[in-house]
């Protein structure tokens, strides 16, 4: 077992509490390295990104009485590590994300669908998450992060990075498609926008407000469509491709249910539709199906992704094709920052300097 001294006996964490109160920072034991067990690391997290999902991880750890560190984008260094036969070593830099451990056994595993494992253990709900500064964690689910990307970048990377790059993949589309984007202008959609860009598709985005459009063109954006300023949603986007048949793929990280409608409809002949932003208080996706069987479309789920997406979204970043524009807060002020994200307030990503 390798460790670095200067471990600390406890930290600052952000533990779950009442609906009114959120998360409270309060003082925590730390697991000192002769306690990990096989198959552990201890990482001192620098930043945790803050997920809109979060919000909902803190009702539910209420919902079930059950207190725990929430977070799932953290960043930091191994300082410990129990684990001889693992590649990671004490003083490599590592992500945590959403998905702590599987049972790496399983049909699902075996597929690379990590997310569908009936064993899988989420950061923030089975073991205590990203909004502390030392985390242990499993280290089959650790995500390396590449030499010369900064820690506070890396972070966001873990949850929004590899959910979007992931969903821009299921499209299944070649480079110099077109693809449409609905709330391309979000914080996830912005992170959709450029992966779709580096795959060499054209993009069209979809959002609304001067400064999602400034955003979007910002980003390299093929084409944009305000929806607020648009009365036939499904024409203008068509009209946007150069054939006007519509785009070959969309990937919808809006959570407006009118956005998965429209997509069905102007989505090209043979071309698919990546549900990812989920609708407040659930929807369902009205199509016709008529149209789906003769046209041939398709309509996939995506939810986050596995080890090797998450290895691959950060390297893109790493390359500098990729940013998440990123705001970085003082630790103490998580709760603020999820009433921010409830507003609608916050666009990009942000991100959590634990140790301010
Ligand atoms: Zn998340
Ligand atoms: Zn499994």
Same mark, same amino acid.
């Given at each position: 077992?390798?460790?670095?001294?200067?471990?600390?006996?406890?930290?600052?964490?952000?533990?779950?509490?009442?609906?009114?109160?959120?998360?409270?920072?309060?003082?925590?034991?730390?697991?000192?390295?002769?306690?990990?067990?096989?198959?552990?690391?201890? @990482?001192?997290?620098?930043?945790?990104?803050?997920?809109?999902?979060?919000?909902?991880?803190?009702?539910?750890? #209420?919902?079930?009485?059950?207190?725990?560190?929430?977070?799932?984008?953290?960043?930091?260094?191994?300082?410990?590590?129990?684990?001889?036969?693992?590649?990671?070593?004490?003083?490599?830099? @590592?992500?945590?994300? #959403?998905?702590?451990?599987?049972?790496?056994?399983?049909? #699902?595993?075996?597929?690379?669908?990590?997310?569908?494992?009936?064993?899988?253990?989420?950061?923030?709900?089975?073991?205590?998450?990203?909004?502390?500064?030392?985390?242990?964690?499993?280290?089959?689910?650790?995500?390396?992060?590449?030499?010369?990307?900064?820690?506070?970048?890396?972070?966001?990377?873990?949850?929004?990075?590899?959910?979007?790059?992931?969903?821009?993949?299921?499209?299944?589309? %070649?480079?110099?498609?077109?693809?449409?984007?609905?709330?391309?202008?979000?914080?996830?959609?912005? !992170?959709?926008?450029?992966?779709?860009?580096?795959?060499?598709?054209?993009?069209?985005?979809?959002?609304?407000?001067?400064?999602?459009?400034?955003?979007?063109?910002?980003?390299?954006? *093929?084409?944009?469509? *305000?929806? %607020?300023?648009?009365?036939?949603?499904?024409?203008?986007?068509?009209?946007?491709?150069? *054939?006007?048949?519509?785009?070959?793929?969309?990937?919808?990280?809006?959570?407006?249910?009118?956005?998965?409608?429209?997509?069905?409809?102007?989505?090209?002949?043979?071309?698919?539709?990546?549900?990812?932003? !989920?609708?407040?208080?659930?929807? %369902?996706?009205?199509?016709?199906?008529?149209?789906?069987?003769?046209?041939?479309?398709?309509?996939?789920?995506?939810?986050?992704?596995?080890?090797?997406?998450?290895?691959?979204?950060?390297?893109?970043?790493?390359?500098?094709?990729?940013?998440?524009?990123?705001?970085?807060?003082? #630790?103490?002020?998580?709760?603020?920052?999820?009433?921010?994200?409830?507003?609608?307030?916050?666009?990009?990503?942000?991100?959590?300097?634990?140790?301010?």
């Amino acid at each position: 077992m390798g460790s670095i001294s200067e471990i600390p006996k406890t930290q600052r964490v952000a533990m779950s509490d009442t609906p009114e109160t959120g998360a409270k920072i309060i003082e925590h034991p730390v697991v000192q390295p002769e306690n990990l067990k096989p198959g552990e690391a201890l @990482v001192r997290l620098a930043y945790s990104g803050v997920c809109h999902s979060d919000t909902q991880l803190l009702g539910l750890c #209420f919902t079930l009485n059950d207190p725990k560190v929430v977070g799932h984008e953290g960043a930091g260094e191994i300082v410990a590590i129990n684990d001889p036969l693992s590649k990671l070593k004490v003083g490599d830099k @590592v992500g945590i994300k #959403f998905i702590a451990d599987t049972c790496n056994q399983c049909e #699902f595993c075996l597929d690379g669908h990590d997310m569908l494992c009936a064993h899988m253990k989420w950061s923030g709900r089975h073991v205590d998450g990203t909004f502390q500064q030392y985390a242990v964690s499993y280290t089959s689910q650790l995500t390396p992060i590449p030499e010369g990307l900064d820690l506070a970048h890396a972070a966001p990377i873990l949850c929004a990075g590899v959910t979007t790059y992931k969903a821009v993949k299921e499209m299944g589309c %070649k480079a110099g498609d077109w693809v449409a984007l609905p709330g391309a202008g979000g914080g996830l959609g912005c !992170l959709a926008l450029q992966y779709a860009k580096y795959m060499g598709y054209r993009t069209i985005a979809v959002d609304t407000g001067a400064d999602k459009k400034a955003l979007c063109e910002t980003l390299g954006a *093929d084409a944009w469509v *305000d929806f %607020k300023q648009t009365d036939d949603i499904v024409k203008a986007i068509k009209a946007a491709t150069t *054939d006007g048949l519509g785009p070959q793929g969309a990937v919808i990280t809006s959570p407006r249910p009118e956005a998965y409608e429209t997509a069905m409809q102007y989505i090209r002949p043979t071309g698919t539709v990546v549900a990812v932003g !989920l609708p407040h208080g659930g929807a %369902k996706i009205h199509c016709d199906v008529r149209d789906t069987v003769m046209l041939k479309k398709k309509l996939k789920g995506s939810n986050v992704g596995n080890r090797k997406e998450a290895i691959e979204a950060l390297q893109i970043v790493a390359s500098g094709k990729v940013t998440c524009p990123i705001e970085i807060r003082p #630790f103490d002020q998580l709760n603020q920052t999820l009433d921010d994200l409830k507003a609608g307030k916050i666009s990009g990503r942000v991100v959590l300097d634990l140790h301010k």
